[in-house]
């Protein structure tokens, strides 16, 4: 039995030396396998026969193992084999686990993004985000093909696999120089003859549509867009009004309420059952720190609160 102190005094490359003459028989053979001359390689296993206080190898034209290098063979190779399972567990690294997040293309685009952001540094996890329209995600989460998504709805979603992080009013938004910036609070009938612009994502535009028909002839649409960014620089070019939550208004742009149409929404985590509770506790906690409507939107609607 070798003990602690010998094994630790033995320099790897002469165990290869070893293992490859009992294996080819030869020490010539030997050395071309080690990429090393037949010299070097003979006075490493002459110094590990040394620490090991044994001859391993008799040295004639056939090169066989003593009873003493046949003895250390298995161990030899025992050695060399843990080296290489030590070696590799060392430097693999765990494959990242991946999180697979959906993000509704009526979602408050830069709250959204940094909540992403400030969650992944606390998590253990690669993030895979992908857009879309909150349907469609809804039923990729139901499939499995994701592990959570934020979505805009206007209905109440499940409350076991669920959080409401906001609920908020749809208004009436328009460039801070329209005539609608003169007053708060507007009746459909009572709005000036003004082209609008069509958000084709929007979650109440049926509703809106039907309430917009009985009070009068069916606005012009300047612009229809499903981009929320293009919606948004739009109105503040001035052409024309939008019907947006307030989540989605920008800086420069006024709003006001309108008195026969009122719609909210809510902005909803949605999970998977069997979602990793550390990465959902991380990310329902930064969800509920982020802001998800600037102040001054805030400070005018007190009527709909988190």
Known sequence: MLSI???YSLNLAFIRYFLAVAETGSFTQAAERCHVTQPTLSAGIARLE?????????RDRRSELTDAG??????????VENWTAARGATRAR???????????????????LNWLAGAARRLPFDLEVA?????????????????LALVALRAAAPPELSEVLLREPYVLASAADHLLATRDRWAIAELPEAPFIYRAACEAHDEAR?????????????????????????VLAGLGLCLMPLSL??????????????????????????????????LREAAR???WTSAATTARSTAFAR
Do not use: K
């Open 50 to 58: 040394q620490a090991l206080e044994a001859t391993l190898i008799r």
């Open 70 to 79: 046949r003895r250390f063979l298995p161990l030899a190779r025992g050695m």
């Open 131 to 147: 857009d879309g329209p909150g349907p469609a995600l809804e039923q990729r989460l139901q499939r499995g093909r994701l592990d």
């Open 289 to 291: 720190a982020t802001r």
């Open 94 to 112: 765990p494959a990242p686990r991946l999180l697979r997040i959906g993000l509704g293309s009526t979602v408050p685009a830069g709250p959204a």
């Open 249 to 282: 208004l920008r800086p420069g742009m006024a709003w006001a309420e309108l008195r026969d149409l009122a719609l909210e929404r809510r902005l909803v985590l949605l999970w998977r059952a069997g979602l990793d509770p550390v990465a959902l506790d991380a």
């Open 5 to 7: 102190d010998t094994v």
């Open 210 to 234: 039907r309430a917009f028909a009985a009070a009068g002839p069916t606005p012009r649409v300047a612009l229809a867009t499903a981009d929320e960014e293009r919606a948004g620089t739009a």
